[in-house]
């Protein structure tokens, strides 16, 4: 998944923030927009931190005693 997967799905599902947590009842990451949520593996929740470490619409925090991401999209993305 890339950067501009995440910005396609949040236009998609009319979404101006997405959320990358982990919950531990499922053993799995999900990226979550509005009412809409996929499951991600832990490899492809790790590309996206690193995707996203250094863009100015994300915001990292710990869900679940894991990192989370959080994106806001306050442009387009270039």
């Known amino acids: 998944m890339t950067k501009k997967t995440v910005y396609d799905l949040m236009a ?3 979404g ?3 959320k990358l947590q982990f919950y531990d009842m499922a053993d ?3 990226l979550t927009i509005g009412d809409w949520s996929v499951k991600l593996s832990e ?3 790790t590309e996206l931190f690193s995707i996203f470490k250094d863009d100015e619409q994300a915001t990292f925090s710990t869900f679940n005693q894991r990192q989370s991401l959080i994106v806001t999209q306050k442009r387009n993305p270039e």
């Open 12 to 14: 998609d599902h009319q």
């Open 16 to 18: 101006k923030i997405a």
């Open 28 to 30: 799995q990451y999900f």
């Open 43 to 45: 490899k492809n929740a």
